[in-house]
């Protein structure tokens, strides 16, 4: 190989990185460890374990994690691993594991924080010089765990910056993703997707604010909707084919959108689908206005963003209630679920409208969502190819401009990509 | 999973083979890639649905792998026939099977609800041959002298599981 793992930051250059960073498994095990360790990681919502012993499992990285709610309220987090042989304490899923976690292997039980609670034959362990209260005989417990607006996150390490200061100004796109909603929550519902990739999990973060992409990648989606809508439909386009159709604007569009990017790779990009004005909008807005008053609901619905990437775990779509949650699996294997949100107080015909989205833009057999599986897939396998070894990430390199906590750039620039090897050179370099 | 079995099967042996003349017709076209005939079977307002979980109630409160009416279902039709639908160079083929079919005889004469079972082989250079299997339940009506379908569900025994992209009808 050219370059040795033990130096990982020289794979990344200001403007252009190595493509081992996409195809060396060792790179990726090396991530796991200096990234997924070391970022805060999104685990889920709170709305998913709303009571006493509601459970969901995660994978932070490449551990199986547990999030539950205790007697108290409080959610903790911990390894899904019995402490005695090892056996996974909860399959995959959620349920509700009642006042104890018991093991089905030997029935040890553990309590919602993970500590011991019981071992069978107990006088077994007397006089053989353990202590069945030290840690190592209970759950190994998540570093952090902290809840932003009700979007949990975790750490595995127990240093580092606190989850506020990771998210910095992209704390500004959970926000209005709350704010949205006439109650100020959003709650899971709706189901989940889930969808492999068959590449790196990095090429589907730079896809997310990659405006350049759309166009072509998308061709066949769009011209279908757009022949749609011209031969049976007299020209009107419905909502449904209105987000299929969107990826045709003309270059004019996508260079006039915002990209903007703040530290730790996190970035977001402009909206490019507006919501229809109809009596769904009309109501939902009445609602707004009476809850806010006018002047905040209208500043409220004014921040209109596209994908948003809370680096490295995922991707917020705030305008219409969806989050694309990424859990790499191997060097060349991606797991993206997609949850769906209901912004509380809102009708029923609103709620309908975001499931619609889920479904044209999200689900696995979505027109639009395939082409670029596909790609990231040719990507994948392209890069297993000799000679040129660098990506490019080139296009208007150096031109963002600094504003406060964030910079800015221009709706073709390749920024977001540059910003965000930029937070994995930082993690990997120590 | 079907968890009210009716065992109120019609003994009307024309109407059986008339319907799954229709339904082997129906499979015919879809591996067969000719997506205008097989919109054709549908009435006007009718829907393909695929459940993203077994149970399943509705396809309005809960996301569906697929739910398309006749407008959504044009547009996939169209997109699968574009030069530039990178995911179909090559194109994917399909076979299916399908059998165990039961027409449910209800009170009306001139609708039906119809369960089978299929087996699904899929393929595309380049990719491993993939198998789908579940159960399809149409409801039918009749309509100029034949049949149309107003509702085709499909329950894929893995609907809730990781999915690579879905692109052809099921």
């Avoid at chain 1, 994908?307 to 969806?322: E, G, L, R």
């Avoid at chain 1, 809102?346 to 889920?358: C, G, Q, V």
């Avoid at chain 1, 750039?409 to 993690?427: L, V």
């Avoid at chain 2, 129906?26 to 393909?48: C, S, T």
């Amino acid at each position: 190989m050219l370059h040795e793992v033990h130096d990982p930051a020289s794979l990344v250059e200001s403007n252009r990185v190595h493509k081992s960073v996409y195809t060396n498994s060792a790179i990726f095990d090396l991530e796991m460890e200096r990234i997924f360790r070391k970022a805060w990681i999104y685990a889920g919502h709170e709305s998913q374990i709303r009571k006493a012993g509601d459970y969901v499992t995660v994978r932070v990285g490449k551990e199986p994690v547990i999030l539950v709610r205790d007697r108290g309220g409080e959610i903790h987090a911990f390894i899904n691993r019995c402490p005695h042989k090892g056996a996974k304490i909860v399959g995959e899923g959620c349920g509700n594991t009642g006042p104890l976690f018991r093991c089905p292997y030997h029935a040890w039980t553990f309590k919602h924080d993970g500590s011991l609670n019981g071992i069978p034959h107990r006088h077994g362990y007397q006089g053989v010089g353990v202590d069945l209260k030290s840690a190592e005989f209970s759950m190994p417990s998540v570093a952090r765990l902290e809840s932003y607006r009700g979007f949990i996150f975790v750490n595995l390490s127990a240093t580092g910056p606190d989850l506020s200061e990771f998210l910095g100004g992209i704390k500004s796109s959970i926000d209005n993703f709350c704010d949205r909603s006439p109650e100020g929550k959003v709650e899971v519902a709706g189901g989940v997707f889930r969808v492999m990739q068959r590449s790196n999990w990095k090429i589907f973060f730079e896809n997310l604010n990659d405006t350049a992409h759309a166009q072509p990648t998308h061709e066949s989606s769009y011209a279908a909707a757009r022949q749609t809508v011209k031969k049976k439909l007299d020209g009107k386009t419905p909502f449904e084919l209105h987000i299929i159709e969107g990826n045709g604007e003309p270059n004019s569009f996508w260079e006039s959108l915002e990209l903007r990017g703040y530290d730790n790779g996190h970035s977001y990009m402009g909206a490019i689908f507006k919501a229809p004005q109809d009596d769904t909008f009309k109501t939902y807005k009445e609602q707004l206005d009476d809850v806010y008053g006018v002047e905040r609901a209208d500043e409220i619905l004014s921040i209109n963003r596209h994908n948003t990437i809370i680096y490295p775990s995922c991707s917020p779509h705030t305008s219409f209630q969806q989050l694309r949650v990424i859990r790499p699996i191997s060097v060349d294997r991606t797991l993206v679920e997609f949850y769906t949100f209901r912004l509380k107080g809102t009708s029923k015909e609103f709620w309908h409208r975001t499931l619609t989205y889920t479904n044209v833009v999200n689900s696995p057999s979505s027109t639009v969502m395939v082409d670029d599986v596909d790609l990231y897939a040719r990507c994948q396998e392209g890069m297993l190819a000799a000679g040129n070894d660098w990506i490019s990430q080139h296009r208007r390199a150096g031109f963002e401009q600094e504003e406060g906590d964030s910079r800015v750039a221009d709706g073709i620039s390749e920024f977001p990509m540059r910003n965000q090897f930029k937070a994995w050179k930082a993690y990997m370099a120590d | 999973m079907d968890k009210t079995i009716n065992i109120d099967q019609t003994d009307n042996g024309q109407l059986q083979h008339e319907i799954e003349q229709f339904l082997y017709h129906e499979a015919r076209l879809l591996d067969n890639r000719k997506w205008q005939d097989w919109n054709d079977l549908f009435a006007e307002d009718g829907h393909y649905w695929v459940p993203s979980t077994e149970d399943q109630e509705n396809p309005l409160d809960q996301v569906s792998l697929f739910y398309e009416n006749a407008v959504l279902r044009d547009v996939r039709m169209r997109r699968l026939e574009h030069q530039h639908a990178w995911s179909q160079l090559p194109p994917t083929r399909t076979a299916r099977i399908l059998g165990n079919v039961i027409v449910e005889s209800g009170d009306a004469q001139d609708q039906v609800k119809v369960h089978s079972t299929f087996h699904l082989t899929e393929w595309r250079k380049g990719v491993e041959l993939k198998v789908f299997g579940g159960a399809y339940v149409h409801d039918l009506v009749r309509a100029d002298g034949g049949w149309k379908i107003r509702q085709k569900r499909v329950n894929l025994i893995n609907s809730d599981a990781v999915h690579d992209p879905l692109e052809i009808f099921i």
